[in-house]
Every structure is written in C-alpha cells, then in structure tokens.
C-alpha cells in the first residue's frame, strides 16, 4: 500500500482547474482551418516530391538541374501539414506553431516578390503563394488573435509553475 501522505491531495475538481485550459473563440472554425491547411500541405509536399519540376513547367522556366532541391521543400511543406493537423487537434495549445506557419507565410511571398522583382522569375509563379501562402494569412491571423490570450495565460501558468520562490529556475 502507497503512503498517501507523500502525494498532495488533490481534488478532482482542483486537478482539472489545474490542467484545464480555457476553450479558444471559434473553435470550430480554426478546426476546420488548420485541418483543410493540413490536407493541403501534405498534399502539396507529397505532389512536389513526386514531381519536382511541375512549378517550372508550369511557369515555362528551365528545368531545375537539381530537382532534388524543390523535393525537399516539398518534404518541408508537407510536414508543416502534420504540424497543421496538430493545430486543429488542439487548438489551444497550438499557437506558436501558427505563428511559425504564418511568418513561412509571409516570408515565403517576399522571397518570390524579390525573384520577380529581379527578373529571376516569372509573374506565373505567383499561383505558389496564392495557394500556399496568401489564401491562409486572414484564417491563421484570426487564429493566432484568439489563441492569443490562451497561449499567455498558459506560459504565465507554467512560468509560475517552474520558477521557485526567489524567482530563480535554480531556487
């Protein structure tokens, strides 16, 4: 038999207000959000792998001599979809990997502005910021507005929780 005086006690109640966390605005909507955004990532990256040079054909650029290369961003977008269907999962605890998904977001756009602004690409390309990027910053941007006051509240949480009494980690 355990020594229950060694474990604090704890009520059912005061276990589940411990390990709660308060339900997001939308919920429902920002589901269905970062799971069509999941579908779409793999499918995109799974795509891309099969077919390296489908953009450059496309956009009536030369092959790629390293196809390889837009492969391995395909890999890379499809494994953001894997982090999307965590998102939808859990929506309240999905923040920072939004946030992370919103600045690929806007950065890959700046990227291929500056291609195109340097003659390096055609305008054609943009159909891959349209689709992978530009379509998703409103839904991610209300997302990461909602999620916002959860993800603080639990980082105070856990803060208080992990630092001691004097304010050190190493109290």
């Given amino acids: 038999m355990m020594d229950t005086r060694l474990w604090p006690r704890l009520s059912w109640n005061s276990w589940l207000t411990m390990n709660s ?7 429902p909507f920002h589901r269905v959000v970062f799971c069509a955004a999941a579908i ?9 792998v099969y077919d390296p040079q489908w953009l450059f054909r496309f956009a009536g650029l030369p092959p790629l001599n390293h196809p390889q ?3 391995c961003l395909g890999m890379v977008v499809g494994l953001y979809g894997i982090i999307y269907f965590e998102v939808a999962r859990v929506p309240e605890r ?8 919103l600045l690929g977001k ?8 500056r291609l195109i602004w340097n003659g390096v ?19 991610f941007s209300i997302y990461l507005y909602d999620s916002w006051p ?6 105070l949480r856990s803060e208080k929780n992990t630092v001691g009494s004097s304010g050190s980690f190493y109290s």
């Avoid at 966390?21 to 919920?27: K, N, T």
């Avoid at 999905?94 to 992370?100: E, M, P, V």
């Avoid at 806007?106 to 291929?112: F, S, T, V």
Wanted: aromatic content about 16%; proline content about 7%; some cysteine.
């Fill in 69 to 71: 290369t837009f492969a």
């Fill in 21 to 27: 966390v308060a339900r997001i605005p939308r919920q």
């Fill in 121 to 139: 690409w055609p305008t054609s390309t943009i159909v891959l910021c349209l689709t992978n990027d530009l379509i998703w910053w409103i839904p």
């Fill in 106 to 113: 806007i950065l890959g756009p700046i990227g291929l502005g």
């Fill in 94 to 101: 999905g923040f920072l990997l939004a946030a992370i998904g």
């Fill in 150 to 155: 959860t993800f603080i509240a639990n980082f």
């Fill in 40 to 48: 779409y990532n793999i499918a995109w990256g799974l795509y891309s």
